[in-house]
């Protein structure tokens, strides 16, 4: 596990490169939307961890209003994310610009999701290990797990709920692909992702903005 093999390596790189192409129109016109809906700039930029908990920036739409401070993690109805923010997030185009960073190879197409370096140092022990894998653009736990919003306590309780509660699934999850990442696998959790996109989904909890 970690590195991701020759196979998927080309798939990543024919499905970033042709996605960015083809979409481009469309990241115009989000870039549009960002810079109209709020002050700031229109690609959030923020230090992840890739393979071997190296750190990384990975890029984004801005979703949030800047100079508002709160908790790493944001849930469903954070008073943060400004209304288009909501769309973006509920349909993840305002993921998009991260096929740069699969372009890059600091992300592949199915993988664990890249956790920030804050909340990576809270990770239990054994579960560090899954920093040591490649993050992932998609992958089961984001399938499985994104529609996931009950959270008891204040927003204060968010982080910790995030680390003591959701990593351990999210984890475990992933670990039914991260056994086996063939390249039939990865075609696999696409396609189950593309189903899910098109079927709606309620926001869900995310590390970071």
Sequence with gaps: MGAISTGRRALDLVVALTALVLLWPVLLGLALVVRLSSPGP??????????????????????????????EVTRAGDS????????????????LPQLINVLRGQMTLVGPRPETP???????????????????????????????????????????????RLVPRRVAADLTFLCRPTLLATLHVIAMTVRYLLRGRRPGIRAGA
């Design 42 to 71: 229109v690609i959030f930029r923020q230090q992840r961890l890739t393979r071997g908990h190296a750190a990384f920036t990975m890029y984004k739409f801005r979703t949030m209003r800047v100079g508002v401070g709160g908790p």
């Design 80 to 95: 943060r994310v400004t209304g288009p923010g909501r769309l973006m997030r509920r349909t993840s185009l305002d993921e």
């Design 118 to 164: 804050a909340l990576a140092a809270k990770y239990p022990a054994a579960l560090q290990w899954v920093l040591d894998e490649t993050p992932g653009l998609t992958g089961p736990a984001q399938i499985t797990l994104r529609d996931d919003v009950t959270i008891s306590g204040s927003a204060d309780d968010v982080e910790q709920w995030y680390i003591e």
